[in-house]
């Protein structure tokens, strides 16, 4: 660099032009060394920035949608399978609100979809299986008694049961669940959804059962009846019958009425039962039944 210099010097006293030329090397020479350096340094920078903004937004992404989602998906779950293995009078297992209604609440209403688990009720020539019915069932109604102002309560919300994994005598703890919860609620009334079978294939057509002690048990199960009777046009309509073995019916400390929405032994209305317009016509005639039991009670 030393002889470059010299020799530029030499040179341009005898010839400016080429001083020039000379004088635009050097500057070019040091801009081919510096430009490098500078472009070294602008991408750590750009580095290290981006590092840093990684750190800062972490925690909105990571930590504070577990703070959330836990509450919701961990402390609930947990709190309703501890009470329910405790048998404790807490919220029990499988015990779920389907919704709050808008405005002033009117009271509870508890829904038992029957069966689940390893239990599947009933199942049709079809493959249909009772538990997954029932579930379909309590879910419809339970829209249209939240849109009465009702607070809906159901005894399960999945397909599984209310028993414990590797419970010894599962229907029992199961059926001992659900009374659990009804106790706990303490609901304006019970109704309990199941689908029906009997060895004549062609018996068919919704009935209502109400425990034989229960006056008021009674009193709904006639109304949900004709309501069910007159709404689906049944042309050989049932009567509510009174019983005094099933569990949820003798047990139940609520007003109870366990409702059969049709034979699954029957091969037509085991296909209707699974039809959704047919199933919205079910629970549009038991809502309507609930209603006026409801409306006599506070009249």
């Not at 750590?44 to 981006?50: D, T, V």
């Not at 229907?171 to 004549?200: F, G, W």
């Not at 037509?268 to 038991?286: G, K, N, S, T």
Request: glycine content about 8%.
């Amino acid at each position: 660099m030393k002889q470059i210099l010299e020799k530029i010097l030499h040179e341009s006293r005898n010839t400016p032009v080429k001083w020039m030329q000379y004088l635009m090397l050097v500057v070019l020479f040091g801009l081919a060394f510096i430009l490098p350096i500078y472009a070294v340094r602008y991408q750590a920078q750009q580095r290290s920035g981006e590092s840093g903004t990684q750190q800062i937004q972490q925690p909105e992404n990571q930590d504070g949608a577990q703070q959330i989602q836990q509450p919701g998906n961990q402390d609930g779950d947990q709190q309703i399978q501890q009470s329910g293995s405790q048998e404790s009078t807490s919220v029990q297992k499988g015990a779920r609100e389907t919704g709050q209604p808008a405005g002033e609440c009117r009271g509870t209403i508890v829904l038992d979809p029957g069966h689940g688990g390893s239990d599947p009720g009933m199942t049709g020539s079809s493959g249909a299986t009772e538990k997954v019915l029932n579930l379909i069932y309590a879910k419809k109604l339970a829209v249209l008694l939240e849109q009465e102002g009702y607070r809906v309560v159901l005894t399960r919300t999945t397909e599984e049961g209310l028993y414990d994994p590797g419970q010894h005598n599962q229907k029992a703890q199961d059926m001992q669940r659900r009374c659990a919860i009804i106790e706990q609620e303490n609901p304006l009334l019970t109704v309990s959804i199941h689908q029906n079978s009997y060895p004549d294939p062609a018996v068919r057509g919704p009935q209502v059962f109400y425990y034989e002690h229960s006056v008021e048990g009674e009193k709904l199960a006639t109304l949900i009846q004709n309501s069910l009777n007159e709404q689906l046009e049944i042309e050989r309509p049932r009567v509510q019958k009174s019983n005094g073995s099933y569990y949820i019916l003798k047990r139940s400390s609520s007003i109870t009425a366990l409702v059969e929405a049709g034979f699954l032994t029957n091969p037509q209305e085991e296909e209707l039962l699974q039809d959704e317009m047919y199933q919205d016509r079910v629970v549009r005639a038991i809502c309507d039944g609930i209603l006026m039991y409801l409306t006599q009670e506070q009249s």
